[in-house]
């Protein structure tokens, strides 16, 4: 069992950056890849950015490859995910998630938190 919570969420301008944090508690946080997915208003969920248990390998959606980073802190059971040149597209509720899964190009975690909004003003 994991529990995710994420942190870091607010209000932007256009342009500007944000870092959101997602602590996991239970074990073994390294054998577990983790993710970002987001909702944006009146959309789907939509995957952003993945990285293995032992960070060496990311994947992200093309529509943030270049502004958004992924990254891990395994010894604070902390992931995180960087974002820059924010746009108001970008305006969602973002997800942590989590499953034992290191495969990058399929992600139906298992484990989520309860997600942190975003809002970017134009």
């Known amino acids: 069992q994991v529990q995710l919570v994420e942190s870091g969420g607010g209000l932007v301008q256009a342009g500007g950056s944000l870092r959101l944090s997602c602590a996991a508690s239970?074990?073994?946080?390294?054998?577990?890849?983790m993710d970002w997915f987001r909702q944006r208003p009146g959309k789907e969920r939509e995957f952003v950015a993945a990285?293995?248990?032992?960070?060496?390998?990311?994947y992200y959606a093309d529509s943030v490859r270049g502004r958004f980073t992924i990254s891990r802190d395994n010894a604070k059971n902390t992931v995180y995910l960087q974002m820059k040149r924010l746009k108001p597209e970008d305006t969602a509720v973002y997800y942590c998630?989590?499953?034992?899964?290191?495969?990058?190009?399929?992600?139906?975690?298992?484990?989520w938190g309860q997600g942190t909004q975003v809002t970017v003003s134009s």
């Open positions: 998630a989590a499953d034992i899964s290191q495969n990058m190009a399929i992600r139906t975690p298992r484990y």
């Open positions: 990285i293995t248990g032992s960070g060496g390998t990311t």
């Open positions: 239970g074990r073994a946080f390294s054998n577990y890849a």
